[in-house]
């Protein structure tokens, strides 16, 4: 079976165009899956779906919260809300972690004033090396550390798992850094995997692609 990626950028077009990192992710991921990675943009979906079927793993991206966060156009566009819905294997990254998150029903806030927090004008930032701490065995972490290297660029914080969801690690300025779904494979992280220099970011990768595929094999 030949195995495919959709890198969905869940920013608005207009961001995504001046953002050459979202190119860059692509490149990593596309790397560490060892397949072709396909981005669109989430407006560009209903060209896309329902396309992704066996074979194929959905990554969402990061990306800068807007003022209006979480009620920005994203949440009220029904195609992003079918892929969502998607059945198959998925990974939802920081902005997308929270997106998903606030869909599901979840309240997504500012951080409020922490240790180990970053006091910028837009607000309080987990930024830079971070370590965040794995509370929860799970195949996604299968040959890691319990304390994992990873990059942190958010303000906005989950403040509570959805419903039918599993908290599975966390950090002391950030108590939700990742979870999954109870039945599907659906995980999400509040940290950036895809970002290079930390080094349980890739690995974390592998396993999600790993865990991906292998429901198709």
Not at 25 to 50: F, H, I, Q, S
Not at 139 to 165: I, K, W, Y
Not at 172 to 198: K, M, N, S, V
Request: net charge negative; hydrophobic share 35%; charged share 20%.
């Amino acid at each position: 079976m030949r195995y495919q990626i959709l890198y969905v950028v869940t920013v608005e077009p207009d961001m995504q165009a001046v953002k050459p990192e979202y190119a860059e992710d692509r490149g990593v991921l596309e790397r560490v899956a060892g397949c072709p990675v396909r981005m669109v943009n989430y407006t560009e979906l209903a060209g896309v779906l329902p396309e992704p079927g066996p074979g194929w793993a959905v990554v969402q991206s990061g990306g800068r919260a807007g003022p209006a966060f979480p009620d920005e156009p994203v949440l009220h566009d029904a195609d992003y809300r079918k892929l969502v819905d998607w059945e198959g294997p998925q990974l939802a990254i920081c902005r997308s972690f929270q997106l998903v998150s606030a869909i599901y029903g979840a309240e997504v806030r500012p951080m409020p004033p922490r240790p180990g927090l970053e006091a910028r004008e837009a607000g309080h930032y987990e930024a830079g090396s971070g370590r965040v701490n794995v509370h929860t065995a799970d195949p996604l972490f299968e040959s890691m550390t319990p304390e994992l290297d990873v990059c942190q660029n958010h303000r906005n914080e989950v403040v509570a798992v959805p419903e039918g969801f599993t908290a599975l690690a966390s950090s002391d300025a950030c108590p939700i850094q990742a979870w999954r779904h109870e039945t599907r494979c659906l995980y999400g992280t509040q940290f950036h995997p895809e970002r290079g220099g930390h080094g349980d970011g890739f690995q974390l990768l592998r396993n999600f692609f790993r865990l991906a595929f292998a429901r198709y094999s």
